[in-house]
């Protein structure tokens, strides 16, 4: 068994980085914004980010379930390897909570999603202002919850690599390669 993530892993992770960066800005960015047809621009290129981080979600869970990671090091606590695990499960989990409530809020709302303009999606709620509006609540605090779980995943690989001073970051890094 390896040390590092497979590439394909790796390419996954930092493909939903980026996108998952993006979608939070755009999100807390147009939240406030007065309706115009800019807003409801951002709102659409937000719920097309949505869906294929949705999709993206599916396929990296797919690939880590086929895919063993690395284990973790056995010098490593178990209760911070216990932790780890749930980091890593809240993680996926918020990553498909998050994009299923948008898809229900826009639904109650009586906004259809079209991916990229062209594949409609379909509601899956009927229009309901007040389950629109809580959802719309749901929608926030998850994305809140979402980033304090990515400030805990990023603080414990900053602490890993420069206080344990162990691999758990570096074997992330796209320059340590292991076949796909």
């Known amino acids: 068994m390896t040390n590092h993530y497979t590439s394909t892993a790796k390419a996954l992770h930092w493909l939903m980085a980026i996108l998952l ?22 709102y659409s290129w937000h719920k097309w980010a949505g869906v294929t981080a949705f999709l993206l979600v ?39 909570a998050i994009p299923l409530s948008g898809w229900l809020m826009s639904s109650a709302k009586g906004f259809q999603t079209v991916w990229f303009g062209i594949l409609p999606i379909p509601d899956l709620l009927g229009k309901n202002k007040e389950l629109g509006d809580l959802l719309q609540t ?26 344990d001073k162990d691999d758990i970051l570096t074997r992330m890094l796209p320059q340590h390669s292991k076949e796909n």
């Open 58 to 96: 599916l396929v990296r869970l797919g690939w880590r379930i086929t895919h063993i990671p690395p284990a973790l090091p056995a010098s490593m606590p178990k209760l911070m390897q216990l932790a780890a695990h749930a980091g890593h499960l809240a993680l996926y989990g918020l990553m498909l």
């Open 138 to 163: 749901i929608h926030m605090s998850l994305n809140l919850l979402f980033v304090a779980t990515l400030v805990g995943h990023i603080g414990a690989a900053l602490k890993h690599h420069f206080i």
């Open 21 to 42: 960066f993006g979608l939070l800005a755009l999100g807390f960015y147009m939240h406030d914004l007065p309706l115009s047809p800019e807003k409801l621009q951002l």
